[in-house]
């Protein structure tokens, strides 16, 4: 569900930015997976997977490709909401 819960977020910034609502940012949340505090049991809901015995975490990269294209997407859409100088 990582996926559509990511296109859903970024539905309704631009739905808020088509309405002329000043979006300043996105938390997206969770980030990293986590291990669910009553079961003890992996959440593989993040970007970022769960640490491994150095400390690291590996991408998730289906959500990696879809945050960097909703990244695009909302730079075309700022970019066209950008006042435009007037030549005299």
Not at 41 to 66: A, T, W
């Amino acid at each position: 569900m990582r996926i559509p819960w990511t296109r859903y977020i970024f539905e309704q910034v631009v739905q808020a930015m088509q309405t002329h609502v000043a979006v300043e940012g996105i938390c997206h949340y969770p980030i990293a997976d986590y291990r669910s505090w009553s079961e003890k049991k992996h959440r593989p809901f993040g970007l970022l997977g769960m640490q491994d015995v150095n400390g690291c975490r590996s991408i998730y990269e289906p959500l990696e490709l879809e945050l960097r294209g909703q990244q695009i997407r909302l730079a075309g859409l700022l970019k066209d909401a950008e006042p435009r100088q007037v030549r005299r």
